[in-house]
């Protein structure tokens, strides 16, 4: 009796003791997640420093962090007003962008005949540089914030467009199967499995588009355009203010950094699960 009646107790302290040590690797994994990227935030800051004062670097060619500190809180209104026509192209693009891909990823997959015909053609465009499609575009729709919305959606435009037609042939067979057993629609198989079973392929290429728009937006303001990050950055290499330039640089890399943390967050939120096959 004495036996039987101590087995049980010693089940839960076993049970006890792993749960605590799951939850202490739990704890270790999340400090290692925050502690890590910092130190490597560190050693890139303190490299920087120490190149610049070991070489004697001159601070019109590359100025120390602390210089490029101080200017961003002494010029935080410039940097700031500057920043926010580059946030809106930005957003603009990175919407418009990956509507058109998901609309015309949807097409694709229902028609195979225009996804032969139209996809080379969408490579192709792909292949053409940015700083190439720009300057076209912006001879097209002007010096407005048209062409920095355009470019800046067609940087997010093919990630998106080979993801999202990836995603939406990733649907499971068999349940595929079922579907057409149950004499659903392809409406009703695209949004209740295909849809779903695109998402982490999906999510997977917003988190890219979100950092490129920022960058189509910048190189749309490099062509044409007298406000913006892209136009600060020209504005302060002209003038050799490179602690400007530093920090407009800081400037747009946070704002990239962002919308890739609007996106992973709105990832966590929606997609719960994640097939083994993506990575």
């Avoid at 937006?217 to 007298?226: K, L, N, P, Q």
């Amino acid at each position: 009796m004495t036996t039987s009646a101590r087995a049980p107790s010693a089940d839960l302290l076993e049970t006890d003791a792993g749960a605590i040590a799951h939850r202490l690797s739990l704890k270790r994994k999340r400090w290692r997640a925050r502690l890590l990227p910092a130190l490597g935030v560190f050693v890139l800051l303190f490299g920087w420093w120490a190149i610049v004062v070991g070489f004697e670097v001159k601070p019109f060619i590359a100025p120390s962090p602390f210089m490029v500190l101080n200017t961003l809180y002494a010029k935080r209104a410039i940097l700031l007003d500057n920043l926010i026509p580059t946030a809106l192209e930005a957003a603009g693009g990175f919407l418009l962008g990956n509507l058109v891909a998901i609309l015309m990823a949807t097409v694709f997959v229902h028609n195979k005949t225009l996804n032969d015909i139209f996809f080379p053609v969408a490579l192709m465009l792909n292949a053409i540089p940015i700083v190439a499609k720009a300057p076209v575009l912006v001879l097209m729709m002007g010096n407005g914030v048209e062409p920095k919305i355009a470019i800046a959606a067609l940087v997010c435009f093919f990630p998106t467009l080979v993801n999202m037609v990836r995603g939406l042939d990733a649907a499971n067979p068999q349940a595929m199967e079922l579907m057409r057993v149950l004499s659903a629609s392809k409406t009703e198989v695209f949004f209740k499995l295909r849809l779903f079973s695109s998402l982490p392929y999906l999510f997977s290429a917003l988190r890219i588009a979100a950092s490129m728009s920022v960058i189509g937006a910048v190189v749309g303001e490099w062509i044409g355009s007298t406000q913006g990050i892209g136009a600060l950055i020209l504005q302060a290499t002209y003038n050799f203010d490179s602690a400007l330039l530093y920090s407009a640089i800081v400037m747009s890399a946070c704002l990239s950094g962002s919308f890739f943390l609007i996106i992973a967050l709105l990832e966590r939120w929606l997609v719960r699960w994640q097939p083994q096959h993506v990575h």
